[in-house]
């Protein structure tokens, strides 16, 4: 276990007997020559120069941001073992993994570990011989960690995943709620707690919990510009993600979200035999295949994790092209959450997705049945509402979704659907009157189904058998189709004009809103849905976003590789080729060799030597001495 705790070459030299060893002198050093970046992004650099003074902080920033430097660079300055409070084992170990490659004295403390290694952990973190520790929240608040801490020398607290802590974020975790133990023991050790999803009423609870009412507050953009956003009606969900995953990611490591363990069973074996490699991820596997599972993930370039969204809070995995969404996620927090998972690395990337009446009716069912209290389902209502809104809107989605965080967007963000194919409306009031008015003729007792056979004028065993054929409303809806009146009712649901009666039949009920349509006291607009959808590749809109000023270095490279040359082209599958084979001999996934964004730059600067190669971004000093040589044989190769 020693050679986990030491340095090798390039990064913050090695342990000169106390176990500290030669720090980096600032914050920008260690940038430079550990990570290999010239600059901070964003607020980075106001935040680590924060925490290195000794402030607590809270810091909000999206998914790819940066957050994990914030507190990483912070180790490397400041003296003492800095402490990692991280949710999942899997996230744990794929950032030590990263730290390890960089030269940095970092290890994990979990279950995964047996008894001896354990205890060496414990040897070198209370000796100084780490730099960063990350630990799960239910070892540190055992009296056995909290003692080891007593006798450590500490630089600081990083309580990663923060919205953890509160019982309206999407992902509770009890432990949480003990960290402020942290503060109670150790009151001059700074704190810095990091989540990428917060609202208004998150954030309040995440300060309130961890006792962090003084420490400052650091609120990024929640904007992700790289992502192209997508929310398409159901038809045939299969097939229509096929043919977006065919046009759109036809070699892409990616992720695609069902709501059941049957269904993620189901699509990862349809995928498969459609010649599409895909894995399955469910709570109900054995915990051995999870773990393969995601390890094969990990470590592949161009593998479909199918999963529910017991999936991908600990990925650290760059590369995800896209997220696709087979069901309606629960809330716009959650949606905004699984989402980030794609282009971490700043690279262009989709986020797809197919909703249906029937992913409402069953949100809303599990909803209720549930064991919570009246005031938490009346909050997880509001959320489910505002997540209806989003996919029905005909609004920029980027300037619905960034609003749901208290952030105005001025501009539509041109990256899209809403933007690259602007939606039509129409006055929807006659067609919603007629809607309603079928609601309420049969009894209120109805699905969409039914009501749309009435409509129009389908004489089917159903209608017959209630006699609704002799109703007034019954063919009075000829002039939209099937597909159109799908639209309508689930427009005037998402509009709160109907609701879902869970208690009776699961019929729809009209509200107060829509008795108010009815009596003519209120008009309609509604969207339409486009007749055809229209695919545009994820580069071609991130070359018009950019255009617009969105997005930055990172995402004009990858725009350049939507149009590279055969010769390029030829170079960056040889550079990637290089990259997994390095990564197999040494049992690391891919990335941590070197992200997606680093080998674009190769093919766009071809360095030819090493004084050339270190310029590159990514490229530090260990990375340097190890790596260099062979992706400058394959870059002279292909001279």
């Not at 909703?355 to 005031?375: F, H, T």
């Not at 600067?605 to 971004?617: K, M, Y």
Request: charged content about 25%; hydrophobic content about 40%; overall charge neutral.
């Amino acid at each position: 276990m020693d050679s986990l705790f030491s340095y090798s070459g390039g990064g913050p030299a090695g342990s000169d007997g106390d176990g500290f060893g030669d720090r980096p002198a600032t914050a920008l050093d260690a940038l430079r020559t550990v990570f290999g970046y010239d600059s901070f992004r964003g607020q980075q650099a106001e935040i680590i120069d924060h925490v290195v003074q000794g402030g607590d902080a809270l810091v909000l920033m999206p998914t790819g941001g940066g957050k994990s430097l914030c507190y990483q660079i912070p180790a490397l300055v400041r003296d003492g073992v800095t402490v990692v409070v991280s949710p999942l084992i899997a996230l744990m170990r794929d950032q030590v993994t990263a730290l390890r490659e960089l030269g940095v004295r970092a290890a994990f403390l979990n279950s995964s570990l047996g008894p001896a290694e354990a205890r060496e952990v414990e040897r070198a973190m209370v000796q100084g011989d780490l730099d960063l520790l990350y630990v799960a929240p239910e070892r540190l608040v055992t009296p056995r960690f909290l003692d080891l801490l007593d006798r450590t020398r500490l630089a600081l607290f990083a309580l990663d995943e923060a919205h953890c802590v509160s019982q309206w974020g999407h992902d509770f975790r009890p432990e949480y709620l003990q960290l402020s133990i942290l503060h109670e023991r150790h009151p001059m050790v700074p704190r810095i707690a990091l989540t990428a999803t917060a609202d208004v009423q998150t954030r309040a609870e995440i300060r309130e919990k961890l006792g962090l009412l003084e420490a400052r507050v650091f609120l990024s953009s929640f904007d992700r510009p790289n992502i192209t956003y997508r929310v398409v009606p159901k038809k045939t969900e299969r097939q229509q993600m096929l043919a977006f995953l065919r046009e759109n990611h036809p070699e892409d490591a990616g992720i695609i979200y069902c709501m059941s363990r049957n269904k993620v069973e189901d699509v990862a074996a349809w995928l498969n035999s459609q010649g599409r490699e895909a894995l399955p991820y469910h709570a109900g596997l054995p915990a051995e295949v999870r773990e393969a599972n995601q390890d094969r993930f990990i470590k592949s370039e161009g593998l479909v994790m199918v999963a529910t969204v017991a999936f991908g809070m600990g990925i650290d995995k760059p590369n995800v092209r896209f997220v696709c969404h087979l069901d309606l996620p629960k809330s716009l927090e959650a949606y905004y959450q699984e989402t980030g998972r794609a282009g971490r690395d700043g690279l262009p990337a989709n986020a797809w997705m197919a909703y249906g009446m029937a992913d409402v009716v069953m949100l809303r069912q599990m909803l209720e049945q549930s064991e919570a209290g009246d005031s938490h389902r009346r909050v997880e209502r509001g959320k489910l509402e505002a997540m209806l809104g989003y996919c029905e809107t005909s609004d920029c989605r980027r300037q619905v979704l960034l609003n749901y965080f208290n952030e105005v967007l001025p501009e539509p963000c041109g990256n899209c659907d809403t933007c690259l194919e602007p939606v039509e409306t129409w006055d929807g009031t006659v067609a919603a009157q007629k809607a309603l008015s079928a609601v309420y003729r049969t009894g209120q007792r109805y699905g969409a189904g039914h009501l749309i056979d009435v409509l129009l004028g389908n004489s089917t065993e159903k209608v017959a058998q209630q006699q609704h054929d002799r109703l007034k409303t019954f063919g009075v809806g000829k002039d939209l189709s099937k597909a159109e009146w799908q639209s309508v009712y689930r427009q005037l649901v998402a509009a709160g004009l109907l609701t879902v009666d869970l208690e009776g039949y699961g019929g729809f009920r009209l509200t107060d809103a829509g008795v108010a349509v009815l009596k003519n006291q209120r008009e309609v607009r509604l969207r339409k849905d486009p007749v055809q959808e229209r695919r545009r590749g994820v580069h071609d809109a991130l070359r018009r976003h950019t255009a617009k000023g969105g997005g930055g270095t990172a995402v004009s490279r990858a725009g350049a590789r939507g149009a590279m040359s055969a010769e390029d082209d030829r170079l960056w599958h040889a550079l990637r080729d290089c990259r997994t084979a390095l990564a197999k001999d040494q049992g690391v996934p891919p990335y941590v060799i070197f992200h997606d964004s680093t080998l674009l730059e190769m093919v766009a600067q071809r360095p030819f030597d090493r004084a050339a190669f270190a310029h590159l971004p990514g490229v530090g000093g260990r990375k340097l001495e190890r790596y260099a040589d062979a992706f400058l044989d394959v870059i002279r190769e292909h001279g």
